[in-house]
Every structure is written in C-alpha cells, then in structure tokens.
C-alpha cells in the first residue's frame, strides 16, 4: 500500500495527493470534491454502512463553544479561547452485534421486617421494629441478543472519545456509497479489525452484565458473577459523522472537543484549572468555619 | 434513481432466522447486516461525483441530509432502511350476516349478570349496525425466555426467595391489535374465535363497511410486536414461578423465526338504546357467540343487594349483643 496517491482532477487537470489513512479528497485548486475506492487489502475494510451529518458545521460550533463555557473548572484561557477551526470526519468503527448465552450467580436480598425489644432514652423497655435482609444464592442463564455496539476503528480517535459522543442513531444507517462522503473528510480503518473486535465483546460483556443485574429479583443484590458466551458475532464497518474541534489556548496548548454530527453531543477531556480548584475548597473550608463558629456561639 | 428492489423473496435471517423484508438494512430482530452484492474494486479507483443533471460537483449536503448538486440543487439516491406504512396483506370474511350479530348481541345482553337490569335483553333497541374490518398483526416466533423472580416457595425468614429458570416457548398466532376505531380491550376480548386460514384477498369497498387502514410504518409495527412478544412471554413465565405469590418477574427473550401477517379482521358494531341512553356493542364477524361492549348497570338491584347486606349485618350485630 503506497503511502500517497496521485490522480489527475478531472475537473481542472491539477495533480491531486491523497494520504493512505483518507478516502476522500478535494482538488486544491478548483475545489472538485473526489472519493478513493482502494481495492480491498487485509487489515483494510470497505466500509459498508455510513451514517450522514445531520448536524451543520455553524450549530456543532456553537454547541462546542456553549459546553466549554460551561466548564467552569477548566483553565479561563481555554474558557475563553476562540473556537473557530471545525472539520467533519466520517471516523471509521465497527457495528458489532451478536447472540448473548450467559449463567449467573449473585446473592439476592429479601427484606424482612423483625421486631426486638430495646430501652429509650427514659430507660423504658420498648418494642420497636426494623428492616433486616436475608441474603440466598441464585444462580441461573440469560440469553438475548447484544446489538447496536459501536467501537472505534480509527487510531485518531480512542474509543473512549467515542463513546463520549455516543449513542448514534443507526435507524438512520444508509448502505454505503461514495456519494455520501463527497465533499467531506473521511478516513480509512487504521486499527486491526482483532483488536476492534476485543473492544466490542469488552462493551458487550459490559452491557450484558448490566441487563442481568436489571433482570434479578429481590430487593438488594451483591457479588454478581456473569460468564458470558457471544455466538453469531458480526462485525462490520460504518463511517460515523463527528466533528473534530481543536481549540489552542495559553502557551500554545491544545485540546480537541469531538461534537456527534447527528445529535450535536460534546465531549472532549478538558484540563483542569488546579488554582480554581483551591480557591474553591478554601472559600468552602473559610465558610464551613464560619458556620460552625456561629452555630457554637449560639 | 436506483432501480426498485426485486419483489422475490429474500433468505430469512442468518442468525435468527426471521424473514427480511426488502429494504431492510438489518434483521430488525437480532440486527444482522442483510446480505449485500459484493462489488469490491480489484485497482484503486478515484470517483467524481457529478450531477446527472447538469454535470457540476455533488457533495453531501447537511440539510438535505444526501447528496446533493450545488449548482442545480439536485438531490441524489441513497440506499437507506425503508419504512413504509403497514398494509393488510389478507383479510378474513364475514362468516355471520348483520341478522346473527344483532342476535348473538341480543344473547350477550342475557348472559352480563343479576346486576343489569331484568329487562335489558327484551328492551334494548338495536340502532345503527356498521360492519368493518379491523387490522392487526398475528406472529409466530419460537423464543428463549429467560426469567427471573421473587415467590413464597423456599422462604424462610423473609417471604421471599429468588428463582430464575429458561425455558423455550413456541408462540403460534399471536394477535396484535393495531385498529384505531376499536379499543384493545374490544379487539382483544372478540379476537378468540377468528379463523385464520380463511385469509383471502381485499374486499371490495361498500357503502356503509368500514375497511380500516394501518396507520403506523414498519418500525413501529415491529417495536409493537417486540412489546407483545416480552408481554406474551411474561404471562407465560407467570407459570413457571413455583408457589402461588409472586414478585418482581422479569423475563428476557432471544426471538427465532419471528414471523407476522398483516390481517384484516370482520367485526359488527352496534348501537343500541335502553331507556334513551345510547350504548356500544361489538361482535366478531366470524362467530357471533363472541361480543364485547357496554351496558347499564340496574341501580335498583344493586341497592336491594346492599339493603339486603346491610340487613343481614344488622340481625348479626342484634343477635350477638343479645
């Protein structure tokens, strides 16, 4: 796989490069936008859903720009930074879905209500209730179909920042075509589809155990053990609309804020702003102090 | 535009085994990518979009959400899940006429009980009677329950002990009602005696027969479906619950061959009169034994029950402090 391709634009005759991990392009000079349809090599799927941006660039800017100016703990030179460079990116993941075979263990908790007898602050022997819980063993299976996990496939953008923006609304999945993606940056899958996969059955397994602690019975529940089996395990490649944000602030520090380009939801992991913080915990400290003088002089 | 997809029938699911219907992009049961016509490139490719129309740059455009043309404003096809509005695809036939369904209303009138009023069934007054053909889904699926519940049985100090089980269950013919003029409860209460293999085409339009339409799309014809099929699964796992009080059931299921029909089902609805008050009954087109509506209650009675009560407590109160 070469590194940079070359074609002509068609359109003007202007030699145009594209980078390996991109699969769109646009002529520098008459701004003809191209797509790239490389032949299929191992560790390089084709896309076969993609989900388009409903979100316009001027509203993930101004959603962007509204949530950092709510962070009131961040550094004020990223507060007050300006916002402008935006890009959207159809980043690369895979749609995981499979069928869940589970069996379980937990201890259940059933409430009783118990009666004893005690002394009051007169001394007087009294009867008084109390809620007690019986813990029993349960063990059992739960099977149900696991779909609609999202993972990254893309080395720029971790899972974790995807999640971030998740959930996407895959009722609006379209067959993949190159038309979808004209006009915009979309990049190629640069993580091996094995370690995707390890990813997907992770958030998989996460799901299924929070599903089987919302299935049990009784009023309390602890030391829940789920061993779970994924069959039928499809994954496939969907291009996913965010928006990349890079915001420079102070000393020529940046950040990149990630907005969902179908929901307009931010995310991003902000510095912190340590001398915000301190004063906060000694105006709170000053304050707790002052409460508690006057409540000891009243 | 792309050519409109092939009515052939497609391969059911390769997971769950359902039925997929053209346009779907994924099992709407267990989410498997439907089959796709590989046409991979065997050299690198680079495509230009242009305008069938007039040949200028096509770009994906937020707005209108695809490709679109910047200078003619033309917007291009995708290839995206359809969800078209649900049609009947069969309909059963009347099997009683309007004669039998005001009789079989009359007899329903005699069985509601000592608290309607004596003369109900004589009195009543049959007014306006409209036949109509009602729609709903019936579906067939072979389902994993998983479940999971508090009951009596193994208690010891508190009266609760947890239990969980799985069990397969064949659900064959389940209805689910989708008619707008008709309530659950009356779709549901006449629903029993339909046959279903009597399934034939359309009936043709009459004056005064109602032929009710789905108005809801596919997503949410399935979504109603999934909701009766968890419904459907809970009453059955009531069974398996060992003791006779339970609490907190939950159930989870794993559908296969989850199939449904769309079906147009008959019914007569009658209004009738008793004492100038208005009133709804209605009957199963097929089997007129089958009626479900509203009727007035006999004050009279239930006072004379209450009076007789009182009377009886009151002998009771006498003969104790005696």
Known sequence: ???????????????????????????????????????????????????????????????????????WFVPEALRKAKVESIRGIYVPSYLFSAAADASYTAQIGENY????????????????????????????????????IVVTASRGISNHELEGVEPFDLRALHRYT?????????????????????????????????????????DKQRNLQVQAHLNDIEQELLLVPVYVLPV??????????????????????????????????????ILAAIGGYLATRS | MQPAASPAALDPC????SPVEHGDLRCAVCGLTTPVVESRTSA?????????????????????????????????????????????????????????????????????????????????????????????????????????????????????????????????RILVPASRGLSLDECTAISGGYQLATQGPPPQPQPGTLIERFDVQRSAARKAIADTLTRAATAQAKDWVPGSRMRKLKVAVLPKRLSSDRLGFPAYVLAYRYHGKLYRAVVNGQDASLVVGNAPYSIGRIAAVIGLIAAIIAIILLLSTR
């Open chain 2, 44 to 172: 690198e490719k680079i495509e230009f979009l242009r305008c069938d129309g007039c040949g200028a740059a096509v770009s994906y455009d937020v707005k209108a959400q695809a490709p679109k043309c910047s200078f003619c404003d033309s917007v291009m096809h995708v290839e995206s899940p359809e969800d078209p509005a649900e049609e009947a695809g069969a309909y059963l036939p009347f099997q009683i006429d309007s004669q039998a369904a005001t009789e079989g209303m009359r007899a329903w009138l005699g069985t509601l009980g000592f608290f309607r009023p004596k003369d109900l069934q004589t009195s009543a007054t049959v007014g306006e009677l409209k036949p109509l053909w009602w729609v709903g889904w019936v579906f067939d699926a072979e389902v994993l329950v998983s479940w999971a519940a508090d009951s009596e049985v193994g208690s010891r100090r508190s009266r609760w002990a947890p239990h969980a089980g799985q069990q397969h269950v064949h659900f064959q």
């Open chain 1, 178 to 218: 190159p038309r979808l993606l004209s006009g915009w940056i979309a990049e190629e899958a640069s993580l091996p589809a094995e370690q995707c996969r390890e990813l997907a059955v992770s958030e998989s397994m996460t799901e299924i155990q929070r599903r089987v602690a919302a299935h049990l019975p009784g």
């Open chain 1, 1 to 71: 796989m070469s590194a940079i391709s070359e074609f002509s634009c068609e359109s003007c005759g202007s030699l145009v490069q594209v980078e390996a991990h991109l699969r769109t392009a646009a002529c520098p000079y008459c701004a003809s936008p191209a797509v790239i349809e490389r032949p299929l090599e191992a560790g390089r799927p084709a896309p076969l859903f993609v989900l388009g941006f409903v979100v316009p660039h001027e509203r993930a800017l101004a959603e962007a720009r509204r949530w950092i100016r709510r962070r």
């Open chain 1, 248 to 285: 420079r602030y102070g000393d020529d520090e940046v950040v990149r804020i990630l907005v969902n380009g179908q929901t307009a939801k931010v995310h991003s992991k902000l510095p912190r702003s340590w001398t915000k913080i301190t004063v906060i915990i000694i105006l709170v400290v």
């Open chain 2, 14 to 17: 390769n997971r769950c085994s």
């Open chain 1, 113 to 148: 209500t118990e009666t004893y007898t005690t002394t009051n602050s007169k001394g007087q022997t009294v009867t008084r209730t109390r809620t007690r819980t019986e813990w029993r063993s349960l063990s059992g299976r739960y099977a149900a179909y696991v779909s609609d």
